[in-house]
Nanobody, 124 residues
């Protein structure tokens, strides 16, 4: 049974940093693409960043380019999202997602597995 468990959310001031973690379990993810999405109140879930697990190739939404860094640790089956220079508009619930295949899609319906989400709040 695949499980994705996020952690690391919290309250941070504008300009600050957070690092989110997503621990994946239940099977090998070597053939997966994984991603971070976020959803603010009243808005649709949106792509933040994605990574191909076996190659480490990365993709970012424009909103996070230059501020966010996605990475993974194969030995710990863990994906990370380092968020720097955070803005109030980054406030959202952040979700970890996984799909079988070596393509990072930016649409949520392409992903088969989801974590429960972690709240990130950026105060101005």
């Amino acid at each position: 049974q695949v499980q994705l468990v996020e952690s690391g959310g919290g309250l941070v001031q504008a300009g600050g940093s957070l690092r989110l973690s997503c621990v994946a379990s239940g099977r090998s993810f070597s053939r997966d693409a994984m991603a971070w999405f976020r959803q603010a109140p009243g808005k649709e879930r949106e792509f933040v960043a994605g990574i191909i697990w076996n190659t480490g190739s990365k993709a970012y939404a424009d909103s996070g380019k230059g501020r966010f860094t996605i990475s993974r640790d194969n030995t710990k089956n863990t994906m990370y999202l380092q968020m720097n220079s955070m803005k109030p508009e980054d406030t959202a619930v952040y979700y970890c997602a996984a799909r079988v295949g070596v393509v990072v899609y930016t649409t949520a319906y392409q992903y088969d597995y989801w974590g429960q989400g972690t709240q990130v709040t950026v105060s101005s």
